[in-house]
């Protein structure tokens, strides 16, 4: 019987050295970015209690209403991963006091699992990065929160970024707004795709955040949220606007943008590249002053965002990154093998990148394997040079070496023992140190 073929499930993704390199410069990046900005990381469990999400989301959203991985643990209890970060983070904040401890800066970075439709930039397990800012509420959070996600995508060098922001005012101000949009939506049921009719009873505002192309078209007639905010929701949100300003951050305002539920409040944004055919948007946050009190801690105020990395990725495409060895060490015949071991390891103690050759083949077969690597450096052992306690040096193939034509040509032998000081100092260009040809 021919055994299955075993196989990722749908949507989860396998990351290969060639990915994992581009990964990890995004994220040596954020948490240079976050250390910069005084925000401490926080993990959470992957695995959280049902309840989190069905009170931190809202039953009515589609992540709970039909993406969550939920299932019973053996003790019966109803779990999920966790499908996003916000939630897990305030409760985490909640659990162990932090809110009483003053404003806290924290930020998170992980897996997330929604179980949607795989397709370009959207997977079943995914990965964000994200920042939450709690207990502090002024309008200068917003702003500084919306600069920390601009700046990183910006020091990455994704370009064609868009920064579309709107206010969702306060609980108040979406009350009267929900009433007149329900009334205007209700005369014009007809024109409405099904999801949207079914939302108009459910969650009304999340119909201006549609992706049919009818109800868009129709939603531009529509009343707008900005038109009914009271005169002090409509103050902080010019203030925003002029801080971005001040902060030279383009933007947008976008009438459209919305977030359903009632603990969001005032500013919703998002960052959308043109780039990205339908999976336009990397990063989406917004302030939630009214999430920590929903989940029982004491009224706070949040403000926070997430990006998919995933979809970060794709924008950064493939560029080319150094990864290349600076050294490869070429070994040959029983005690030169064992000697390129212990001389490959101290050259990676001193911080050097090295590939040591293992195939056992002829030198001519590593030599063209250490070029198609792209090395710089070859450190060569055979049973000679084991013998001599030396190896010999020579420039590969594609190093951009500082040295002439003649020396490129040329190999010098070294002792063990000055191996690692000889290295360094021709990988940095020090031209005159090349020792003496032999
Ligand atoms: P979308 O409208 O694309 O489904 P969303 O509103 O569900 O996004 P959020 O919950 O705000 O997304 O998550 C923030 C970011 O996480 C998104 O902007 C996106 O970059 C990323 N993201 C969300 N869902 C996925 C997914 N299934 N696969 C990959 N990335 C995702
Ligand atoms: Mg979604």
Redesign the pocket.
Known sequence: MALERLQALRGMVDLLPQQTMVWQQVEEQARQHFQRAGVGEIRTPLLEATALFARGIGEAT??VGKEMYSFRDRGQRSCTLRP?GTASVVRAAIQHGLLGQGPQRLWYMGP?F?Y?RPQA????Q?H?IGLELLAIANERSDVEAMAMAWDLLDDLGIQGLQLQINTLGTPEDRRCYREQLVGWLEQRMDQLDPDSQQRLATNPLRILDSKNQATQDLLKEAPQLLGTLGKESRGRFERVCQLLQALDIPFVIQPQLVRGLDYYTHTAF?ITSDQLGA?A?????GRYDGLVAMLGGPPTAGMGW???I??LVLLLGQQSRTTAPQVVVLNRGDAAQERALVLARQLRRANLRVELDLSGATFARQFKRADRLGGRLAVIIGEQEAQAGAVKLKWLHQAPHPGSEMSRREEWTVSDRDLCRTVERLLAGEHQAEPTPV
């Open positions: 589609d992540v996003e997330m929604r949607e930039g959207r997977q079943r995914f964000q998002e999976q948007t990397v990063c989406g946050g997430a990006m998919g995933e979809r």
